[in-house]
Nanobody, 126 residues
């Protein structure tokens, strides 16, 4: 199973980007939680958002709540992260990940995820 993250780029503050996370190999998402994390230079990997594939329930870090939206496309086996009102503090490499053992209290923990994408760089200029 492979996860492919894409959609990063350079954007000005206040702008928007949409990231995609596509799974290949087999359809794994149906029983999984898919999350987005980010890592800025010199900082630890930070939880951003997650979606429980089967129910569509979504969860967000406080830092992005109201600005970012996570969603899924069943037919394309793809999860999206719509990022609006970007700020320079959102600059980071963004990673998608999938895990089958996640509950609400553990969704923010990178170690709980089984599969990881390669990351896509988001740079927000002021």
């Amino acid at each position: 199973v492979q996860l492919q993250a894409s959609g990063g780029g350079l954007e000005q503050a206040g702008g928007s980007l949409r990231l995609s996370c596509a799974a290949s190999g087999r359809s794994i998402f149906s029983a999984y939680v898919v999350g987005w994390f980010r890592q800025a230079p010199g900082k630890e990997r930070e939880y951003v958002a997650a979606i429980r594939w089967r129910s569509g329930s979504t969860y967000y870090a406080d830092s992005v709540k109201g600005r970012f939206t996570i969603s899924r496309d069943n037919a394309k086996n793809t999860v999206y992260l719509q990022m609006n009102s970007l700020t320079p503090e959102d600059t980071a490499i963004y990673y998608c990940a999938a895990g089958s053992r996640l509950i609400l209290s553990t969704m923010h923990q990178p170690i709980q995820y089984d599969y990881w994408g390669q990351g896509t760089l988001v740079t927000v200029s002021s």
